[in-house]
């Protein structure tokens, strides 16, 4: 019991300190953020912030690898089943399925995502999110999503527009409010990218 109480003090602290950097980042950018700033914030003292990180550097990071192992759970989770069923006459239900647990979770960490990916929050994030796109499709696996001796124009031209056209809609969705569901984003997401922009744009039918 003793371990546990530990253990969920220690998830409290770090919920804390997380939470005071994204307030902080919406409010003055991280650049402007300082240790001092984030313990004011999240009550606690400065020995209590060292325990767990080594700076804000390390904090952002930290809280990154989190949301980026998460993520990547995630797409473990699905992309085999998915990899599957591509070529065959099923309609696109998984796919939907996949993208819907991707927004739940997006909207489970909205504070964070929005701060982050803000122009006041740390643009190297982007970055780091298209990579971890560029090794779910291309990856070197069996379960890659895309074969490169399939591809009809080159592979980074492809993943750069897929990845910037995704996260341009995350951003979009995040900054307006969510006023629509993860379901809703998904539907929106997924219409666009199996049918093409001028199909959703009703130009192509």
């Known amino acids: 019991m003793?371990?546990?109480n530990i253990d969920l003090r220690v998830l409290r602290t770090k919920e804390a300190i997380r939470n005071a950097l994204v307030e902080l980042m919406e409010e003055k950018g991280f650049d402007a953020i300082t240790v001092k700033d984030?313990?004011?914030r999240a009550k606690i003292n400065r020995g209590t912030f060292y325990t767990h990180y080594q700076d804000k550097f390390d904090l952002m990071v930290k809280c990154?690898?989190?949301i980026m192992a998460e993520m990547a759970a995630i797409v473990k989770k699905n992309l085999p089943v998915i990899?599957?069923?591509l070529g065959?006459?099923?309609s696109p239900i998984l796919p939907f399925a996949f993208a819907v647990s991707i927004f739940e979770y997006?909207?489970?960490?909205?504070?964070f995502m929005k701060a982050v990916l803000s122009p006041k929050g740390d643009l190297s994030f982007i970055t780091r999110l298209k990579e971890f796109m560029w090794k779910t499709l291309?990856?070197?696996?069996?379960?890659?999503l895309i074969k490169e001796e399939d591809l009809l124009v080159p592979g980074q031209y492809l993943v750069s527009y897929i990845s910037s056209a995704h996260l341009g809609v995350v951003q979009q969705w995040l900054n307006s409010g969510m006023k629509e569901s993860p379901q809703e984003m998904a539907r929106i997401l997924s219409t666009i990218t199996i049918n093409g922009p001028f199909f959703?744009?009703?130009v192509k039918k």
């Open 38 to 40: 984030i313990t004011i």
């Open 106 to 111: 997006l909207n489970e960490n909205s504070g």
């Open 64 to 66: 990154q690898e989190e």
């Open 83 to 85: 990899v599957a069923q």
């Open 138 to 144: 291309f990856g070197n696996h069996a379960n890659a």
């Open 200 to 202: 959703a744009a009703g």
């Open 2 to 4: 003793r371990v546990s």
């Open 88 to 90: 065959t006459d099923t």
